[in-house]
Every structure is written in C-alpha cells, then in structure tokens.
C-alpha cells in the first residue's frame, strides 16, 4: 500500500510509470483498436497473416491486436482516507419550480426514501432529485458531519429555488456503515422513528479503488465487496422486509456500474468489477423473488461520472482524462445530474412494470 503518499501523487505516479520491461511502452493516448494494426493482406504470405491472427504469437508482429484493451498492473490507486476527499455540493438550479407539463406518475410525492452513501457524490444528486419531486428523503452514510451537512443544504436550496412552497421536505442523515447488519438495522429503526415508514431505498453507499489482481490486499478486497456488494444486499432486505410487513409496494434502485458488464482499461480492479456485476444480478434476482410482494428492484449502471472525486484525480491527470473520454462515444464523461431523470424514472409510478432491469447512463460506452 502506499501510505505516505497521497492519493492524487499516488495516481499521477502511477499513470506515469512506463509499461513493464516485458511489454511496449505505449503512448498515454492510444486510439483502440486502430485499424492500422490490423495486418494488411495484400503482398504478404500466409506466414505473416497467421502472426498477425489469433493464432499468431501476441507481439509476433509488433503491435498486436488486443494491446490496446489491456489494464495495467502499475496503476495502484486506493480510496482516500475521509480527510483527503473533497467536499461535495448539491446542484444548484435543478430544482426550482416550473410551470412544464409532466407525467404526474413521474412525482414523489408523498413518499419517504431513503439513500445510502447520500452525503456526497452520486448518491447526494440522487437524493436531491427525489426531493425535488416530492419526496421525503434519509440520507444514510458513514460520514455523519458530511451526511448532516448535505441534509441541512438540500433543505436549504429547496428553499431558495421554491421560495412560495408551502411544504418544506423533511431531508434527515444518518449514521450508518452499510456492511453491517447490525448498523444497517439501528440506522433503518431510527429513520422509521422519524419519518414514520420508508418507500423507496436507493442503494449508493460504495467505492472503488485500483491494484492488480495478483497484489489486492486481502483486507482491502473484503472491505470493498463488504460495502459494494454485502452493503446492497442488507439494506435492500432490510426495507424489503418493512414493507412487506406493512403490506404495501415499494421501490429499490441499486447503484451497480458499467463495470459491471464490461471491464475498465487501463486501471486494474477485478474485484470492483466483480462487485458490480453481483449487484446487477442482485437486483434481477431480488426483484423475481419479491415480485409477488409488489416490490421492484432495478438497476442504474453509470459510465464515468464527473464527480468532485473524480474532477479532482482527472484534474491532477489530464491523460488519463483523455484516454477515458476517448472511449465514451458521446465524447464526454456523465455528469451527477445526468442520474436524477434516471432515478427519479426507476423510484416513481412512472415505472410500475418496469423491474429487474439494469439502465445505463454510460454515454454509450458499453455499446462499443
Ligand atoms: N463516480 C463514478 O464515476 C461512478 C461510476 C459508476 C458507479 N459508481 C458508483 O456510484 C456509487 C457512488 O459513487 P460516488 O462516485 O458518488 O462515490 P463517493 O465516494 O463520492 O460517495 C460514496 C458515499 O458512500 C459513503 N460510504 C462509503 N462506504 C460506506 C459505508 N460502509 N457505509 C455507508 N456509507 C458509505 C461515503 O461516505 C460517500 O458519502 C458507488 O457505488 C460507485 O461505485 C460511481
């Protein structure tokens, strides 16, 4: 691990250090897949297009399909101590009132949700989009002050962007670490202390972090499937279970990600993808079996979202910038409020019949 230096050195070292001996140097930015090495057929013999194949030895003729689709075990980044994270914002000028015409079912009205992970980040946004239509919301995380604080600032901008409502949502935060069930329990009977009964669950609370397979800390990778994957499970069973004993239907959105169907290069993190692919099938899995009992479980997997997180390691690496947009066919990393349609769609009536799903706000990038 690398302790003493900081996360953003680490990184920028990181996609600094030049390919092992073994292989290519190869540039920062490199087009995938070009088409120019793909051996031209015309003037060679049949020895040079077999290199050139599958059935070649990779590296047999220099550049060699695939080298581009690689990750790369020298990059090593692990997830910041809670003092070196950035803080994180609600948006501003999202929520304001409007005269438009909407499909009502797309309301959150009269509902109480709750998100994890919701002091920061994608969760946060998330959170404020379903304020915004309508909803009550408890924000759960393992970051009490920043949980508090963001509470107190969704309620806070709600206020100036609707300055004639007469309905303040009720936004409250609480403590909980999601890999525990017996946090998870405490923190769902003090929300339901407060707020009465809870409706929707959307399941945010997660992180990622970089090391090859071969050196993952052991340590670290139960950490990370203790939050990503066992995290998700407890919460949703959790609500899952309150409302089937109060009989009524409800909603659960789990945050999964693209690197759940594809595998992200160069940055090595097998078990973050792993993670992520468990919580899609947790979702499909969960909403079979509690379909009888009126409640849907979906899926949002998002591409590469511009977080104060990610700005700030991006910022510290433009080419590492690049080469991640390079691969997004809309040509652009998402933005958090590019989740709050997705989610608010995924939570409402809006989606009655819709459950098992997994919807993706990737800019296109695992169609390519
Ligand atoms: N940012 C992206 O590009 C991106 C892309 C795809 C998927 N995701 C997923 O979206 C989710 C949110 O990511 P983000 O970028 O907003 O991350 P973030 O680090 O900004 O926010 C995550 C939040 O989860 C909280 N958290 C972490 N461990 C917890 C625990 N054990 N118990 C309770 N809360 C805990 C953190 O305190 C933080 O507030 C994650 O599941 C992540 O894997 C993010």
């Known amino acids: 691990m690398f302790k003493s230096l900081g996360y953003a050195t680490r990184l920028a070292r990181a996609s600094r250090v030049p390919h092992l001996a073994c292989r290519r140097v190869q540039p920062a930015i490199t087009p995938i897949r070009p088409f120019s090495v793909t051996a031209s057929r015309a003037g060679r ?46 948006v501003v000028g999202r929520g304001g009132v409007h005269a438009l015409r909407t499909l009502a079912a797309f309301s959150m009205e009269g509902k109480v949700a709750v998100v994890t992970g919701g002091a920061r980040g994608l969760g946060l946004v998330m959170a404020q989009a379903l304020v915004t239509s309508g909803a009550d919301v408890a924000i759960v995380d ?50 339901l202390k407060e707020h009465g009964r809870v409706d929707n669950l959307v399941t945010s609370a997660g992180f990622t972090e970089n090391y090859d397979a071969i050196s993952y800390p052991h340590d670290r990778m139960q950490k990370l499937w203790g939050v990503n994957v066992d995290g998700t499970y407890l919460y949703a069973v959790a609500v899952a279970k309150h409302l089937m004993e109060r009989k009524v239907p409800g909603s659960i959105v789990m945050i999964g990600s693209m690197s759940g169907a594809i595998v992200n290069v160069p940055q090595p993190q097998a078990p973050y993808n792993a993670a992520k692919a468990a919580v899609r099938h947790l979702a499909s899995s969960l909403a079979v079996e509690w379909a009888g009992a009126g409640i849907r479980v979906n899926c949002i997997s998002p591409g590469y979202m511009l977080t ?17 947009t390079s691969l997004i066919p809309v040509g652009k990393m998402g933005r958090p409020e590019d989740l709050m349609g997705a989610v608010t769609f995924l939570s409402s009536d809006a989606s009655s019949y819709v459950t098992g799903a997994d919807l993706r706000v990737d800019g296109a990038y695992t169609c390519t």
């Not at 689709?69 to 994180?88: C, F, G, M, N, Q």
């Not at 600032?153 to 403590?175: R, W």
């Not at 997180?309 to 991640?324: A, E, H, M, V």
Request: charged share 30%.
């Open 308 to 324: 104060a997180l990610t700005k700030k390691i991006l910022d510290d690496n433009p080419d590492l910038q690049k080469q991640w």
């Open 142 to 191: 393992m970051n009490r002050e920043e949980g508090q604080r963001s509470a107190q600032g969704l309620v806070d901008i709600y206020k100036q962007e609707n300055p004639d409502s007469n309905k303040i949502p009720k936004v409250t935060a609480h403590f909980c670490d999601v890999s525990s069930p017996t946090s998870v329990n405490q923190s769902l009977a003090e929300i």
């Open 45 to 90: 013999d049949n020895e040079d297009i077999d290199d050139a194949t599958t059935s070649g030895e990779p590296g047999s003729t220099g550049d060699h399909e695939g080298q581009y689709a690689r990750t790369r075990e020298d990059i090593v980044v692990e997830y910041p101590e809670e003092k070196d994270l950035p803080p994180s914002q609600p």
